[in-house]
């Protein structure tokens, strides 16, 4: 039996492809006919009235060519294609998008010269896509449309937060390196507040001892006191840090501090809104029940990878998260296999962590045997879960079903044996 492809299918040739290359202030489009034969590229503004005036275009070209439909073709070129591919599917319109990859790699193939023009990249996608070379673009609609941006924007909160704690963690190691042996987290909110007040050995030794201690343990909700005050104060006494310039650190250290507390509350703020919009997907709660699985990693999967009913099989979604097998090999040389992470990558990230963590609950069973008994690398192992928890929510999405430990491990033992 042949393994089934996931290559879109060739364009009819009684369609007209309509190939769109766009820019932040217009949109140049070339149409191809079912002979081959290219219409002259026309540019159009990124307006409404460059839609409207697009729109009758395309229309008198399908007109003359007496063609029984149309079909657009776009490359995703940020979020600058949104709005037209929005446009068109409002209007019921079928639009496709070709990866900038493939048109980069066959534009010197068209013509044979390396030339580049917005007319000629409009003219390769069209032919790239009647050729079956694109994917159906899913504009993510309602609640999906919410969680790629709250996703996108959790991941920019996460990377400042990264940042300011990398920077906080310099000048803590400069002034007063003791702190961070004192507490696990430095950007807990018992050293955040501690920092505001005394963030330098001499600061610390100039507070009182009972506000030293009544600061901590309320920042910490009584669960530290006045035993890590006083090692607080014998950390100071004896501590390594520099002198000179210390007003600038004391300085930095606090404009950090507030810059932390204010990404730490945007992201929580994230957070509550991306729990708010997966209580409108209808299958969220299917996806939740698998245990260990959070609801900021389901909402940031949806999010990325958009509403799980569009995909046919579970390899479709493999693909989309770039998960998806390749290898070079040629003659007697045998390339070795390996992810192609062409996909969504913050998707990954997210399947990442979230295959760690079930790789000690309901998804130990394939690690342990790919690890221990298949002797692989763990890593491959963790991404062997991550396609196998794609499978597992594509199923339960599909069958419309809570996730069930039990029958789940009795199929994993019926694949070991």
């Given at each position: 039996m042949?393994?089934r492809?996931?290559?879109?299918?060739i364009?009819?040739?009684?369609?007209?492809?309509?190939?769109?290359?766009?820019?932040?202030t217009e949109?140049?489009?070339?149409?191809?006919?079912?002979?081959?034969?290219?219409?002259?590229?026309?540019k159009?503004a990124?307006?409404?009235?460059?839609?409207?005036?697009?729109?009758?275009?395309?229309?008198?070209?399908?007109?003359?060519?007496?063609?029984?439909?149309?079909?657009?073709?776009?490359?995703?070129?940020?979020h600058y294609?949104?709005?037209?591919?929005?446009?068109?599917q409002?209007?019921g319109l079928?639009?496709?998008?070709v990866?900038?990859?493939?048109?980069?790699?066959?534009?010197?193939?068209?013509?044979?010269?390396r030339?580049?023009t917005?007319?000629?990249?409009?003219?390769?996608?069209?032919d790239?896509?009647?050729?079956?070379?694109?994917?159906?673009?899913r504009v993510?609609?309602?609640?999906?449309a919410?969680?790629?941006?709250?996703?996108?924007?959790?991941?920019?909160?996460?990377k400042?937060?990264?940042?300011?704690?990398?920077?906080?963690?310099r000048?803590?190691d400069?002034?007063?390196?003791?702190?961070?042996?004192?507490?696990?987290?430095?950007t807990?909110?018992?050293?955040?507040?501690?920092?505001?007040?005394?963030?330098?050995?001499?600061?610390?030794r100039?507070?009182?001892?009972?506000?030293?201690?009544?600061?901590?343990?309320?920042?910490?909700?009584?669960?530290?006191g006045?035993?890590?005050?006083?090692?607080?104060?014998?950390?100071?006494?004896?501590?390594?840090?520099?002198?000179?310039?210390?007003?600038?650190?004391?300085?930095?250290?606090?404009?950090?501090?507030?810059?932390?507390r204010?990404?730490l509350?945007r992201?929580l703020?994230v957070?509550?809104?991306?729990?708010?919009?997966l209580?409108?997907?209808?299958?969220a709660?299917?996806?939740?029940?698998i245990?260990?699985?959070?609801?900021?990693?389901?909402?940031?999967?949806?999010?990325?990878?958009?509403?799980?009913?569009?995909?046919?099989?579970?390899?479709?979604?493999?693909k989309?998260?770039?998960?998806?097998?390749?290898e070079?090999?040629?003659?007697?040389r045998?390339g070795?296999r390996?992810?192609?992470?062409?996909?969504r990558?913050y998707?990954?990230?997210?399947?990442y962590?979230?295959?760690?963590?079930?790789?000690?609950?309901?998804?130990?069973?394939p690690?342990a045997?790919?690890?221990?008994?298949?002797r692989?690398?763990?890593?491959?192992?963790?991404?062997a879960n991550?396609?196998?928890?794609?499978?597992?929510?594509?199923?339960?999405?599909r069958?419309d079903?809570?996730f069930?430990?039990?029958?789940?491990?009795?199929?994993?033992?019926?694949?070991a044996?």
């Amino acid at each position: 039996m042949r393994r089934r492809t996931l290559r879109c299918p060739i364009i009819q040739s009684n369609l007209v492809v309509i190939g769109v290359d766009i820019a932040k202030t217009e949109l140049v489009a070339v149409g191809q006919l079912g002979s081959g034969e290219e219409t002259k590229a026309r540019k159009f503004a990124m307006s409404r009235a460059g839609f409207l005036a697009f729109e009758a275009w395309w229309k008198l070209v399908v007109s003359k060519a007496q063609a029984e439909g149309v079909v657009f073709a776009l490359e995703p070129t940020g979020h600058y294609g949104t709005p037209l591919a929005t446009w068109l599917q409002d209007q019921g319109l079928q639009v496709c998008l070709v990866q900038p990859l493939h048109t980069n790699r066959v534009k010197e193939l068209y013509d044979g010269t390396r030339r580049k023009t917005d007319a000629k990249d409009a003219a390769v996608i069209a032919d790239l896509c009647r050729r079956g070379v694109y994917k159906p673009w899913r504009v993510p609609r309602g609640a999906f449309a919410a969680l790629r941006v709250l996703a996108r924007r959790r991941e920019q909160l996460v990377k400042q937060r990264s940042q300011a704690t990398n920077r906080l963690h310099r000048h803590l190691d400069v002034v007063f390196p003791e702190i961070r042996e004192l507490f696990a987290k430095p950007t807990s909110a018992t050293v955040l507040a501690l920092l505001e007040e005394a963030c330098t050995p001499d600061e610390v030794r100039a507070l009182p001892f009972l506000e030293l201690v009544g600061r901590i343990r309320s920042a910490s909700r009584g669960q530290l006191g006045e035993k890590r005050a006083q090692e607080l104060l014998a950390a100071a006494e004896t501590s390594i840090g520099i002198a000179d310039g210390v007003q600038a650190h004391q300085l930095a250290i606090r404009q950090t501090v507030t810059e932390l507390r204010q990404v730490l509350e945007r992201l929580l703020e994230v957070e509550q809104a991306m729990q708010q919009a997966l209580t409108e997907v209808p299958y969220a709660m299917r996806m939740l029940s698998i245990p260990k699985l959070g609801v900021i990693t389901v909402a940031t999967l949806l999010g990325e990878l958009g509403d799980l009913r569009a995909y046919r099989h579970a390899g479709q979604l493999i693909k989309m998260a770039g998960l998806d097998l390749v290898e070079s090999s040629s003659g007697q040389r045998k390339g070795k296999r390996h992810i192609s992470r062409r996909g969504r990558r913050y998707a990954r990230q997210m399947l990442y962590l979230a295959a760690l963590r079930l790789g000690g609950g309901v998804l130990a069973v394939p690690r342990a045997r790919m690890v221990e008994h298949n002797r692989k690398e763990p890593t491959k192992a963790a991404v062997a879960n991550m396609c196998r928890l794609l499978r597992i929510l594509h199923a339960l999405v599909r069958d419309d079903r809570d996730f069930e430990a039990g029958r789940y491990a009795a199929l994993e033992v019926l694949v070991a044996a």
